[in-house]
């Protein structure tokens, strides 16, 4: 069983900064597909970015790209999403999840597909204000 923690979520400013964490424990393995996914309320869940073996693959939603960094600390079992230049349409609760990838659904494969990843974090607040 995978169990993912997220952490460093808040308010700030339109143009302001933000990084979230996501710690995972368990049985974890540095291949395993992992990603970043929000919800907005009354909105749909958007995959944000996700991030293959320490960076190797790295993908973006266009709405995020050039602003948002995955990176990956594998030491630590950590991955990072660093929010830059946030908008008040950034605001949303963000997930962290995780999959293992296999010969039929690789990692590529699941992309940014919610459905697609079996193991969620609960979530961290994230609150951007104009």
């Known amino acids: 069983q995978v169990h993912l923690v997220e952490s460093g979520g808040g308010s700030v400013q339109a143009g302001g900064s933000l990084r979230v964490s996501c710690v995972a424990s368990?049985?974890?393995?540095?291949?395993?597909?992992m990603a970043w996914f929000r919800q907005a309320p009354g909105k749909k869940r958007e995959g944000v970015a996700r991030?293959?073996?320490?960076?190797?693959?790295?993908d973006y939603a266009d709405s995020v790209r050039g602003r948002f960094t995955i990176s990956q600390d594998l030491a630590k079992n950590t991955v990072y999403l660093q929010m830059n230049s946030l908008k008040p349409e950034d605001t949303a609760i963000y997930y962290c999840?995780?999959?293992?990838?296999?010969?039929?659904?690789?990692?590529?494969?699941?992309?940014?597909?919610?459905?697609?990843?079996?193991?969620w974090g609960q979530g961290t607040q994230v609150t951007v204000s104009s």
């Open positions: 368990g049985y974890t393995h540095s291949t395993y597909c």
């Open positions: 999840a995780a999959a293992r990838p296999t010969y039929a659904s690789s990692c590529t494969t699941r992309g940014l597909v919610g459905e697609s990843y079996t193991y």
């Open positions: 991030i293959v073996f320490g960076g190797i693959t790295t």
